[in-house]
Structure formats: structure tokens, C-alpha cells
């Protein structure tokens, strides 16, 4: 059998497995909750695609280890929250056209904040630290609490509730099946943002050039491409992402917390980590896997919902080190 | 932007350069000149630091001492991307290829403009390698070396590059390929000086004109090719080059 159709024949298989592993939970749940949790699961993978793919392109192209991305995404929420608060009336409006106005608005100031407060931090504390992990771990997690605490005094510490946009508010009822509206939403976000992302990386120069980054640095530099200001660039577009994650999710679980960012950081390193780091497809897979699993236990075993992931991580780890996608260094 | 060799002219000139890697003294003065007539070929043994001479020559490896001159502007202290910017080209050991991206990106990574110029720059380097033109959607790492070989250094001369730095381009290559290789550096001085790096005595005469010798991080010997050429001497203790074939019992 040629190599091509060995390699036709594996990837036919891991379809095939893959759906068999999507239809699995149907032998426990009946049908209709089935979905309902499906798509749950895929608008929490879709959330958490959107901060997981900012650490992967980080760690994917600059090799750093960014544990202040959960400060950026809390960062994100809050100033969306802000948004909302000074829009109140845009945002209990009847109106579609005001409520997405407003959601719009939110989603532009925090991620443009937040790359803003990216560059600083890439420029006054990552620069430094390049290709040193340990002190990436380090300078990056004294950042995180700098940051949070910067939250608690501008916002003061106690959680807040996080007000929903009239429109995204409630259920459709389609044949007995709940469909919560901004579950659909969170959805269509996580799939604009990852068609954005294809496009940017797939046609054009500077996305090209990323992509030839993340294989080879050295050689991407040795033919005249300064890669600080491509490093600049990208933590800014990493930081932009965690932003919209952290709004999306806190629309999401409809609250704001100083700490948020350090609960959704841990679920965006087992997507990284699963779905390989540098590869934006591998955050999608690796990230919709981590959501529907954990709708899905969660409802079979509730008690095992928080460490499946962990478990699909371990066992992802032991076939594939290198995780689903990764792409080639 | 890159500027017309005049000839006899000093493009490039390394005095007395040093480089570290972690504690390791690789360099430990080593001194060439490149002109603008002639292909310069660095060899030596393995260990020698002909491949880490040429990364410090690119701001690759930081020089710790010694001056690296290129038409007559210090460039040891520059950033890769500005020695890259300007009008040096360079194909590594390993030759860099981005295996994910297709040949057609990887040209296109490496081209800094995109204008009319530039297009009739590749449309002459793709002539000169028509393999890459057969191959130009196909992703690179399908690529059998020669090809990849092919394609590291049409990236390099894409640009208006007056000064290529290759790093033994013919290792690892077949001997019909490791003529198809010089016949194209041979093209490729037409237009650009060439220093290169190479152990595979064939070659290296095939294309030098003159040659230094590094041993132990130093340039210990140099000369025109056509003198090495007939110097056993010199090439039985530098580079472990013997006519006489040893006794096998």
C-alpha cells in the first residue's frame, strides 16, 4: 500500500473514530438532551477556542510561555462589563440593531484595550525574558497579579453580575429541544474568528510569514523580516483574542470576577496542549473536544466532569506528545 | 537596498572575529575577505567553524570581538534582518526550508518587495531551478533535498542580493545533483559574490577561486584555489585529504 494511501486510510479511520467518540454519549442521554448539550459543548469550545488560540500562536511562534493571558482575558470581561454599563439603555433595548451596537462596541474596546495593555507588556517584560521558560513562567505570572489586582482597584474586588444584551437573553424551543440564544451566538463568534484567522494565516504575506515563523525563526529573520515587530504584532493579536474570550464567557456564565482568567487558563493549556501548540486548527479541535466532553459527563457523572479533560489530555499525550495539530518545528 | 559589486573590490571583509556559543570559544580569530570577482570558499574539517564564521558573518551568532565589514560598513553589531536587508543572502546547513508551507509560499516569504523587479527576479530564478516551478503549489517538505537545496537558494537570490552565504550546499546530495548545484552557483556569481562553505573537495574547486582554511576556530591558511589544488600537503592536513589510498589488511 503507497504512503498516500496509508495516510488516506488513517485520517478516514480518525474520522470514523471521531464520530463513533460524538455519538458515544447517545447510548446514556436521550436524544433531545443530547443536543441541548451538544450545543452547549460547542459554544464552550468556541470560548474556549478563543483564548486558546492566542496562547497557542504565542507559544507557537515566540516559544513563550504567557501565564498572564487569563489576566488579559478577565481584563477583556471587565472592560466589556464597563461598556455595558455605560450603554445600559442599548443594551435592555428591544431593539436587535442596538443590542449587537452594543455588543459590537463592547467587543471592539476591550480587545483594542487589551492588545494595547498586550504591546506594553510584551515590550516592557516579555522582550526580556525571550527563550528563557523559567523566567517566562515567572515574570508572566508576577504580571498576572499586577494585573489583577490593577482589576480589583479599578473595579473593586467583589464578583459582579454581568448584564446580557436583551436579544441574547432566553431559549428557543425547537421540538422540545432548549437552545439557549447565545449559546448559537457564542457559536457563530468562535467560527468568524477562526474563518478570520485561516484567512489571515493562509492568504496573506504577513500571516504567511507567521506561519513560516513558528517552523523556522531563524531563518524567517536571516531573510530580512524583523521579527520583533512580528512578535509585537502577534502578542497584541493573542491579547485581542483573550479579550473576546473573556467577554463572550463572562455573557457566558453571566459574571465578572477579579480571578476569572486563571479558571479558564488552566481549560486553555489542556486545549493547547491537546489540540498542539502553534496549530489554530489544533485550538479549535482540541477546544470543542474540551467542551463537549465536559457538557457530556457533566450530565452522565457530574462528579468526573472536571477531570475528563485532564484524562483526554493524558491519553492525547501518550499517543501524539506533540497533540493533534501540531505544526512543525 | 543592495549595491553593484565593482570588481576586485572587498565586499565583505571578517578580521579577527570571535564568537561564543554558551561557554564554548568557537571562533577564535578568524579573518577572510570576499571580492567582488571571485567565489570565496571556506574549508576546513568538521569542528572547525567554517558554518558558525558564516552565522556570525549574519548576526546569527552576536561576534564578541573583531569587525565584520561589508562594503566598508560594520555590520557586527546589526540584527539579522537589517545584515539580511542589506543584500545578504543565506541558505544554512540545514537549508531552512518551511516543510508546512508550499514552494510558491516560501518564495513568497522571502521576497522583501513585490514589485516588477522583483517578479522578473524570480521569473530568472525559477528558470534557472525549473523544478521548483513543476512543484509550486506542492508543500516543501515533499521535496527531495536536491529540490530543497534548489529552493534554499533561489530564496536567497530572489532578493537584490549582492553577497550569498551558502553552507555546504552539496551535503548529503547524489553527484549529478552536486553538478547541477554548481553549475547553478556558477550562474549565480554572475550576479552576486558568493562566500561559501563546503567540505566536498570536489565542489568547493569546481566553483572557488580563492579559499581560506579553518582549523580549531581559525583561519590558519589561504590562498587561490588553483595553488590548494595542487598542494597535497596542505590538503592531507587540513582538510584529511590523501592521494595515496591506506592499507587495508
Known sequence: MSETAIKRWNKELTIVGAVILFMLPLLGIPVKTYLTLTIAGLAMGMLLFLIASGVSIIFGLMDVLNFAHGALFAWGAYVGFSVFGRLREWVDAESVLQNFGVFLVAILAAMAAVAVLGIILERVIVRRVYGNHLFQILITFGATIVLVELIRVFWGPNDEVMTVPQTFRGNWDIFDIIIAKYRVICIFIGIAVYTVIQLILKKTKIGTIVRAGVENLEMVQAMGHNIFLLFTGVFAVGAGLAALGGLSMSIFSLQVYPDMGSTYLLFAFIVVIIGGLGSVTGSLVGALIVGLSYNYVAYLVPWAAAGVNIIIMIIILLIRPTGLFAAGK | ?249
Do not use: C
Request: proline content about 3%; hydrophobic content about 40%.
Open chain 2, 1 to 249: 537596498m543592495a549595491e553593484e559589486p565593482n570588481l576586485n573590490e572587498t565586499i565583505l571583509k571578517v578580521e579577527d572575529a570571535h564568537t561564543f556559543i554558551g561557554h564554548h570559544h568557537i571562533l577564535q580569530g578568524v579573518s577572510f575577505e570576499a571580492k567582488a570577482d571571485a567565489v570565496t570558499v571556506l574549508i576546513g574539517r568538521n569542528g572547525a567553524g567554517k558554518s558558525t564564521t558564516l552565522r556570525t558573518v549574519m548576526g546569527l551568532l552576536p561576534a564578541s570581538q573583531g569587525k565584520i565589514l561589508y562594503n566598508g560598513k560594520e555590520i557586527q553589531h546589526k540584527r539579522p534582518y537589517k545584515i539580511a536587508r542589506m543584500g545578504i543572502g543565506f541558505v544554512p546547513e540545514d537549508m531552512g526550508i518551511f516543510a508546512n508551507l508550499t514552494v510558491e509560499e516560501n518564495m513568497r516569504v522571502a521576497m522583501l518587495v513585490e514589485d516588477e523587479a522583483a517578479s522578473q527576479r524570480l521569473a530568472r530564478t525559477l528558470e534557472m531551478f525549473k523544478d521548483l516551478k513543476k512543484f509550486w503549489k506542492a508543500q516543501a517538505g515533499i521535496l527531495s533535498g536536491g529540490q530543497k537545496q534548489m529552493l534554499a537558494i533561489a530564496r536567497a537570490i530572489v532578493n537584490e542580493t549582492s553577497l550569498l552565504l551558502i553552507d555546504e550546499p552539496s551535503k548529503g546530495l547524489a553527484p549529478i545533483i552536486v553538478d547541477a548545484l554548481i553549475e547553478a552557483i556558477n550562474q549565480i556569481k554572475e550576479h552576486s559574490v558568493v562566500v561559501l562553505v563546503e567540505q566536498n573537495f570536489y565542489m568547493a574547486s569546481s566553483v572557488g577561486d580563492h579559499y581560506y582554511i579553518l582549523d580549531d576556530g581559525r583561519t590558519v591558511h589561504n590562498g587561490k584555489m588553483t595553488d590548494l589544488e595542487d598542494n597535497d600537503e596542505l590538503k592531507s592536513r587540513y582538510l584529511g585529504i590523501s592521494k595515496v589510498a591506506p592499507n587495508v589488511s
